[in-house]
Each structure stands twice: as C-alpha cells, then as structure tokens.
C-alpha cells in the first residue's frame, strides 16, 4: 500500500509538472506573437513640395518628419524677398485655423530655412486640431498675412 501511495503521489507530481510547462509554452508563444504584431516606433516621414502662389515665384520642399511623439517640419524655400516671413499650418477647409510654425528668414538671394518641433501636431490622431495630415504649409509674404508666397498639402 505504501507502494501505490508513492507510485500515485509521483505520477501526480508528474502530471502536475507536465501541465505546468505547457502551460509556460503556452503562455510564452503568446508572448512572443504579441511581441511580433506589436506595431514598432517607426519614424515616419512625408515630403511635399511649396508650390509658387498667384504671380509669386516662391517655391520649396517641407519634410516632416514624426519621432518619439514629435512632428519636426522642415522648409526649404527659394524666390521669397528679403527678410521674414511667417509660415504656418492651415485648415483647408477652414482657414481661420492657423498654427504657426515660426518666422522664416530669406537672405539677399531669396533663399531661406526653417525648422520647427512640437508635441502639439501628430499624423495620424484623433484630435484634429493636432493632426496634421490634410492641412497646408503656407509661407506668406509679410506679418499681415493675406499675401501667399507658395504652399503646399501635406498628404
């Protein structure tokens, strides 16, 4: 009798360790499939062009680039006259709503960068005031702003 007791406690044992480690495997391929399927922090970039506004002979790149929650929008732009220029973000469909990106700076030959990163934009989120995509880049000619130098849709 004590023989079966020990023989039954070992198998018991046994079992119990065996459903332990599929258990383990079990829940470890779940780790691994959800480590997979996890989207990665990858940087996503979009790059338009700054295109010339009426009789205006302004023109451009922007790259924005998106990374660890921060959108960097970076202009390039030729054909401007000298001095600033306020660039901004714009609603399309409702151009009373502008975020400014800063003053570009065009030098003696038209010529002029700008650089700029916020928490405040993102590409692909759900406040609209924040998100980015379907708005436009617009450089104007001076602080009053009803002169457009060029822009440029950001898809």
């Known amino acids: 009798m004590f023989g079966v007791s ?16 599929k258990k383990e495997e079990k829940v470890e391929k779940q780790l691994v499939e959800q480590v997979i399927s996890a989207p990665s922090e990858v940087p996503k970039k979009i790059k338009i062009a700054l ?17 660890d929650g921060n959108i960097t929008i970076t202009a390039l732009v030729s054909g401007l006259s000298t001095g600033e220029h306020p660039v901004l973000v714009e609603d399309i469909k409702n151009a009373i709503v502008k975020t400014s ?25 759900e406040e609209n005031d924040k998100r980015i995509l379907g708005k436009k880049i617009v450089i104007y000619q001076s602080d009053d702003k009803t002169e457009v130098n060029c822009s440029g849709i950001i898809e």
């Open 6 to 21: 020990r023989l039954l406690l070992t198998l018991f044992c046994c079992a119990m360790l065996f459903s332990s480690c």
């Open 51 to 67: 295109e010339p506004e009426s009789d205006k002979d302004a023109f451009g790149k922007v790259v924005l680039k998106e990374e």
């Open 101 to 125: 990106i800063g003053i570009l700076i065009a030098d003696e030959n038209g010529n002029g960068t700008i650089s700029n990163t916020s928490e405040f934009w993102c590409f692909d989120c």
